[in-house]
């Protein structure tokens, strides 16, 4: 069992940063993926960015990508999700996800992830 926290939402200004971050907690996590979904109203759960615990790759939406950074903190159980240059679009709730079976793998299939945080709302607006 692993738990999810995420936080860092807010309101932002088109063309302005911010910085996402999950923290896990419940179990080692050597053979997870973790990743970052978004949901904004009305759509579907889409993947935005993954990465694998042990050795760090890393894989982007192609609508995020040189934009959005996934990263790890080992020492604090962490990943964060650096946001650059936001854009309307990227107006979402932002799910923290874990794969416990990707072995290396960087799946951008929701139903992969079997444990979810609780969302964190990003909100990009003048």
């Known amino acids: 069992q692993v738990q999810l926290v995420e936080s860092g939402g807010g309101l932002v200004q088109p063309g302005g940063p911010l910085r996402l971050s999950c923290a896990a907690s419940g179990r080692t996590l050597m053979s997870y993926t973790l990743a970052w979904f978004r949901q904004a109203p009305g759509k579907e759960r889409e993947f935005v960015a993954a990465?694998?615990?042990?050795?760090?790759?890393?894989r982007y939406a192609d609508s995020v990508e040189g934009r959005f950074t996934i990263a790890r903190d080992s020492a604090k159980n962490t990943i964060l999700l650096q946001m650059l240059s936001l854009e309307p679009e990227d107006t979402a709730v932002y799910y923290c996800?874990?794969?416990?079976?990707?072995?290396?793998?960087?799946?951008?299939?929701?139903?992969?992830?079997?444990?979810w945080g609780q969302g964190t709302q990003v909100t990009v607006s003048s």
């Open positions: 990465i694998t615990w042990s050795g760090g790759r890393t």
């Open positions: 996800g874990a794969d416990r079976t990707a072995y290396g793998s960087l799946s951008v299939e929701k139903w992969k992830y079997g444990y």
